[in-house]
């Protein structure tokens, strides 16, 4: 449990909506899933739109993508609260989405209803899903793919994905390539990561970060803190993300039977070099 979950009263509200949503599956599954993803910053899904208001530069690079698959049918791996989702559906896509925060999942459903009857918001995890068809897209975008921390995870991942692969399939992940200036910053200081404005009370919010890397597992614990001017620290929130360098996604794709046909450094489609901020991977079906 955060630190913001027993301070705050509003939080005690979706806690208790969280146990709701728990009640179909058995309290085990869901102690493991907790343990595995570590992620409290994606129990409050507003405040996800609201952070990441700035985030648009990808928004053609998909729109794009779908326009060169072979038909119309996608599944987005990890949609949050349907960012990427909108674009798709409006250009005509038949869009399924998987997301394993329950808050995040009922916010897509809620923005999406708007968007047609070609929209399916499933909570699920994307180690392990079963959706019985295939689909001509499936992406994991904006790093989603880094909250898969083990191997094992990510072969997982791979084994639902190829499940619901056709031979022509497109499998497109897009991440951030790990940069050590980054990784390696003094394990005790807090840098400035972003501002925003909350959007219920109007309030400017200032982010920091703190980090701390653990070169043998690769994993990257990560620690924001919010605050206002009235309020230090009024929120502290962790996440975990795995540093996929990009020998290690050459080596996993491939080791799995993947057949890589383009590796992309930017969204402008830019052949991935030493000097790339993301890494983009196209895959299909290897023979
Ligand atoms: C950086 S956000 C990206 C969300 C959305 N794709 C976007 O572009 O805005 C990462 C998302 O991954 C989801 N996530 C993390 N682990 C997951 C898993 N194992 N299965 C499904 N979703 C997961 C989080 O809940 C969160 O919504």
């Given at each position: 449990m955060t630190r913001e979950t027993v301070i705050f009263p509003e939080k005690r509200k979706k806690f208790y909506s969280l146990f709701q949503h728990l009640r179909?599956?058995?309290?085990f599954y869901h102690l493991k899933n907790n343990l595995n993803t570590r992620n409290s910053i994606y129990n409050d899904a507003r405040r996800y739109d609201d952070i990441h208001?700035?985030?648009?530069?990808?928004l053609d690079f998909w729109t794009n993508i779908f326009s060169e698959i072979s038909g119309n049918t996608v599944l987005e791996l990890a949609?949050?609260?349907?960012r990427l989702a909108f674009n798709l559906v409006r250009e005509g896509a038949d869009y399924t989405g998987l997301e394993i925060s329950p808050d995040f999942a009922d916010l897509a459903k809620k923005k999406l209803?708007?968007?047609?009857?070609?929209v399916s918001i499933i909570s699920g995890d994307m180690r392990n899903f079963k959706l019985n068809k295939t689909f001509d897209l499936i992406f994991i975008g904006f790093?989603?793919?880094?909250?898969?921390?083990k191997d094992k995870d990510a072969i997982s991942c791979f084994e639902s994905v190829k499940k619901h692969m056709h031979e022509n399939t497109r499998f497109i992940i897009d991440i951030f390539t790990p940069n050590p200036l980054f990784l390696y910053r003094p394990e005790d200081s807090r840098f400035p990561v972003l501002e925003y404005t909350?959007?219920?009370?109007d309030e400017h919010v200032c982010v920091e970060e703190s980090n701390i890397y653990d070169r043998d597992t690769e994993i990257n614990e990560l620690t924001w803190y919010f605050s206002t001017k009235k309020k230090k620290d009024f929120a502290v929130e962790h996440f975990s993300m795995r540093m996929y360098f990009p020998s290690k996604m050459n080596q996993i794709l491939i080791d799995f039977g993947f057949k890589i046909f383009h590796q992309w450094g930017d969204y402008y489609r830019t052949d991935l070099n030493e000097g790339s901020k993301l890494q983009i991977y196209d895959v299909q079906l290897g023979n």
């Open positions: 179909n599956k058995p309290f208001w700035w985030k648009k530069n990808d949609c949050g609260t349907g209803t708007k968007a047609g009857n070609a790093n989603s793919f880094l909250h898969l921390l909350n959007s219920k009370t």
